[in-house]
Nanobody, 122 residues
């Protein structure tokens, strides 16, 4: 069982930056690939980024590549999403999730946080 708690969302102007954090409970953090997903109003949830168990491998959605960076700190059981050059279309609720496999498919993630709102104003 893994419990995930996101933080760091907020309101930012276009071009600004935010860093999201996701703290995981339990002693098995290193057993999971960690992903970030987002869901905008009226839209389906979409994949944003994933980091492997070690953090050595990462993968990004084309829409955020070059602007967002996912990282993880095993000592703190925390995964981060650094978001730079934010755009209004990045506005969404952002969720972190844990999966036992390396995947971008949301259905393969067994554990989810409650989400944190990111709003980017133009």
């Amino acid at each position: 069982q893994v419990q995930l708690v996101e933080s760091g969302g907020g309101l930012v102007q276009a071009g600004g930056s935010l860093r999201l954090s996701c703290a995981a409970s339990g002693r098995t953090f290193s057993s999971y690939s960690m992903g970030w997903f987002r869901q905008a109003p009226g839209k389906e949830r979409e994949f944003v980024a994933v980091a492997s168990r070690s953090g050595g491998n990462t993968y990004y959605a084309d829409s955020v590549k070059g602007r967002f960076t996912i990282s993880r700190d095993s000592a703190k059981n925390t995964v981060y999403l650094q978001m730079n050059s934010l755009k209004p279309e990045d506005t969404a609720v952002y969720y972190c999730a844990a999966s036992t496999i390396w995947t971008i498919r949301g259905s393969s993630y067994a554990y989810w946080g409650q989400g944190t709102q990111v709003t980017v104003s133009s």
